[in-house]
């Protein structure tokens, strides 16, 4: 159980840099992003729609891992 544990931590770490790279490449926040997500904020015209795209994915694959997560904290870790 704690090797399964340890994958989806390090899937965690590997999706928060990737995510944390892309921005810097984008030159924008985790904040403007999800403003931009949101609608609230205008996407920047250096912002590509593929710079956007690859953010999304590895945004899914972080929410992915923490639902993962979550979802054994629930079955194993509940009494």
Do not use: C, H
């Not at 544990?5 to 810097?24: C, P, S, V």
């Not at 999304?56 to 993962?68: C, F, W």
Request: glycine share 6%; no cysteine.
């Amino acid at each position: 159980m704690f090797e399964r544990i340890d994958g989806i931590l390090r899937e965690i770490e590997e999706a928060q840099a990737e995510i944390e790279l892309l921005l810097g490449m984008a030159k924008i926040s985790f904040v403007d992003y999800i403003m931009i997500k949101r609608g609230s904020q205008d996407m920047p015209d250096e912002l590509g729609a593929w710079n956007l795209q690859q953010i999304d994915n590895e945004v899914s694959r972080l929410k992915e891992a923490i639902e993962t997560l979550n979802k054994i904290k629930r079955e194993v870790l509940t009494w």
